[in-house]
């Protein structure tokens, strides 16, 4: 049986602490290995975070819809959001070959998650930005489908 985790969060920072401390008791209770959790919290921190900086250009609150799902073979992190149309998986990888302060700023949180995880698919439907990301469970094999 799939086991499910679903929460909705403001695009405030103080919410983050919510979010990482209510995945990491859902990953702690369904005994997720320690490497896949920590993959799983660094694309969660990572993403949201760059949706709250710089997803909205009004100060409005928005929702960001954060969902986990545990399948047998994987794990499936799904972030859904009103903000900018944004696809992650465009930005060219930064040269990580320069020195720290010759490196253009931005970008290296997400070339690290997609460089991580197993899959990551971006999709924009009526208005809404969604961001998946797979994480292989220990052992398995499969693909996501």
Do not use: W
């Not at 086991?3 to 209770?29: G, Y």
């Amino acid at each position: 049986m799939m086991k499910t985790l679903n929460l909705t969060i403001r695009n405030e920072f103080p919410q983050m602490e919510l979010l990482a401390a209510s995945v990491n008791q859902f990953t702690e209770e369904h005994h997720v290995a320690p490497d896949q959790a920590y993959k799983l919290s660094l694309a969660l921190e990572e993403m949201v975070s760059n949706v709250i900086k710089y997803g909205f250009d009004d100060a409005d609150e928005h929702d960001i819809n954060v969902a986990v799902a545990l399948e047998t073979d994987l794990i499936h992190l799904r972030i859904e959001d009103d903000g900018h149309e944004f696809n992650p998986l465009t930005l060219p990888a930064p040269d990580t070959e320069k020195p720290i302060a010759e490196r253009e700023i931005g970008g290296l949180g997400i070339h690290l998650v997609k460089n991580m995880c197993d899959d990551i698919r971006y999709t924009r439907i009526e208005g809404r930005n969604i961001l998946e990301i797979y994480i292989r469970r220990k052992g398995a094999a499969a693909e996501p489908d």
